[in-house]
């Protein structure tokens, strides 16, 4: 079982930059598809971001395309999400999960999450 573990969250005002970190366990962070998911106060969660094993192919949600970037370190088992430009609206708590395959943005679809970081962001 995949062990992820967020952090790099914290207090931004609008228009900052985050960066968020997910440290995943080596047995199968190497060879499975990632993504970031958010969920906002009284929100359900949502698919932000995902990545291919290799990294090669990112795909984003509408919302943060363009000012979100998703990638990963396989030598150091690292998923990262930079965040720039960041809205009001941004502020949830970030997950990091492991996909069963590339592309989807249902949660279902995951079945390996962190425990989630706290972003907020100041208006």
């Known amino acids: 079982q995949a062990q992820l573990v967020e952090s790099g969250g914290g207090l931004v005002q609008a228009g900052g930059s985050l960066r968020l970190s997910c440290a995943a366990s080596?047995?199968?962070?190497?060879?499975?598809?990632m993504g970031w998911f958010r969920q906002g106060p009284g929100k359900e969660r949502e698919f932000v971001a995902a990545?291919?094993?290799?990294?090669?192919?990112?795909y984003y949600a509408d919302s943060v395309k363009g000012r979100f970037t998703i990638s990963r370190d396989n030598v150091k088992n690292t998923l990262y999400l930079q965040m720039n430009s960041l809205k009001p609206e941004d502020t949830a708590v970030y997950y990091c999960?492991?996909?069963?395959?590339?592309?989807?943005?249902?949660?279902?679809?995951?079945?390996?999450w962190g425990q989630g970081t706290q972003v907020t962001v100041s208006s």
């Open positions: 999960a492991q996909a069963k395959w590339y592309g989807s943005v249902s949660l279902k679809d995951y079945e390996y």
């Open positions: 080596a047995r199968t962070f190497r060879s499975n598809p």
């Open positions: 990545i291919t094993w290799r990294g090669g192919s990112t």
